[in-house]
């Protein structure tokens, strides 16, 4: 159970993600506010595949479809806390309680590097926006689609968590 936790916990922390920007090669186009996006989250040996919906509130949820022994666990985040629900049973917990450790706190000072303005902008290379910094396990790089602001790929090698986006749709 202690492998799945942290996974699981790498998915929930990508509720946190923004990006800066304008729309054109100057400069990194913004995250549609609603969306869906698919995830397949590899941590070291674990690979984890998930449904993450943002809607325009800002309420996140992420429904695990793979492996199939947690297949149907549905996390939910948002201003009013963060939610596990699994084969009917659930539990509702404060968001600034949740528990942090070096791994999930490596992902929330990264999003928050990222959203926050810092005096280093993103580097552009092969249609994709680069963000890239340093955390306390290591360096991490985000990358996003400039043509369309659809995030492509999260990482940090240090701790061996990277995180694909596919199938990216705008919802209302």
Partial sequence: MKKLMIPVIAAVLLFCSC?????????????????????????????????WTLDKSGESKITVNSPESVAGLEMTFGDSGCGFKYKGIGIELDADKFPQSSFASALTNAFEYISRSVSEEPEYRDG?????????????????????????????????????FSNFKTVG
């Fill in 19 to 51: 990006s800066r920007g304008g729309g054109n090669p100057g400069k990194p186009p913004v995250l549609p506010v609603g969306f869906s996006t698919n995830l397949d989250v590899v941590y070291n040996d674990y690979r984890l595949g998930a449904l």
């Fill in 128 to 164: 994709l926006w680069f963000y890239e910094g340093e955390l306390t396990v290591g360096s991490f790089t985000l990358a996003q689609n400039a043509d369309d602001g659809t995030l492509k790929y999260f990482s940090v090698p240090s701790v061996g968590l990277t995180v694909n």
